[in-house]
């Protein structure tokens, strides 16, 4: 049905070029009437500096003040070419969409609610330029962002800063020990926690899906209660369903493009290593902190080659993501990972018994 009157103020609607295309718009409060106006969607967009893109609105709703880029599907769009269309549209910026960050709904003048639909996107070229209805566009530290138009915005980002947040975290984290539970998992993560554990990794190879599943929701309460990061080894489905902080992934499991492509955007990526070159592929392609070893021969993984200090010490010198030595590591050896550079240790031995008391020993030791 054609519209004829400004469903706001009442006032009749004319004809104005908007957005690269004749719309119905309100001579009197200016209001933009779309033919189709459900759904929305909103371009979270990190440069390498983590900087977030925004737009500063040339019109209302929100006159002034900064959104992410986006706007409402056309029809015959999806909503992923909708979000491709105006990031180019408004920025200048070319894209490729790399996943959901999250579906939020939005009060708005035409109708009730919109629902808006936040989608991850990497560059892929162009330059950055206003264009559009956007007065401005700029890239903004989340720690300094102006003031957001929408609340569904706002969400969204928020949503997609925890794992900016997280890496920051990790970076910054005076780590010390990496526990990675055995036998009784739950009691080596309780034990673990209360003794300062910075993160605690779920690695339970013989239990049924099930049961893994259970305890590491169980492991995840105790985690968050202590505010340490959780971490669950190889499965991603059980990572996401416990709402872990990440997952860790070994060189045969799934490559960290396709991880990320699963998780939550607020999640992190741990990958083992055992080669210089297999750390650079994994800190290009992505990896948040990466697992070096086996430093020292070790009963767990006798299948693991052992790669030395000689690696730890190379990998610290050019590897910019935290790094944890793993592998035949115990309170009697660590002071010899310390001196090539890396302050982070996994253990599973060490820790299974008086955990709390060794967890603290570590961390003290690498302050």
Partial sequence: MEKIFCPRCGEKLEKRLVENRDRDCCPVCQLVVYENPVPATAVVLFNQGNELLL?????????????????????????????????????????????????????NPLVPEVLVIGYRVGTVGGELKAGDDALAAAYFSL????????????????????????????????????????????????????????????????????????????????????????????????????????????????????????????MIIGVSCSSLEQARAAERQGADYLGIGAVFATPVKTEYSVVGLELLRLAAAEISVPLVAIGGINLDNMAAVKAVGVRNVAMVREFQVDTAARVAAVNSFFI
């Fill in 55 to 107: 737009v500063q609105r040339g019109q209302e709703p929100g006159k002034g003040k900064w959104c992410l880029p986006g706007g409402f599907q056309e029809t015959g769009e999806t909503p992923e070419e909708c979000a491709l269309r105006e990031l180019h549209e408004e920025t200048g910026i070319s894209g490729r969409v790399e996943g959901l960050v999250a579906m939020e709904m939005s009060p």
């Fill in 143 to 266: 720690s300094q962002l102006p003031e957001i138009a929408f609340a569904s915005h706002a969400r969204i980002i928020e949503r997609a800063g925890r794992s900016i947040r997280l890496r920051q975290q990790i970076k910054a984290a005076p780590w010390g020990a990496y526990v990675i539970t055995s036998n009784d998992h739950l009691l080596v993560a309780r034990e673990a926690c209360r003794g300062g554990a910075r993160v605690i990794q779920y690695r339970d190879k013989d239990a049924g899906p099930a049961r893994r599943l259970e305890v590491a929701r169980q492991i995840r309460q105790v985690t968050r209660e202590h505010g340490t990061l959780f971490i669950v080894n190889d499965q991603i489905d059980i990572a996401m369903l416990s709402e872990a902080d990440g997952v860790h992934l070994g060189q045969e499991d799934v490559s960290i493009i396709d991880a990320r492509s699963l998780i939550s955007a607020g």
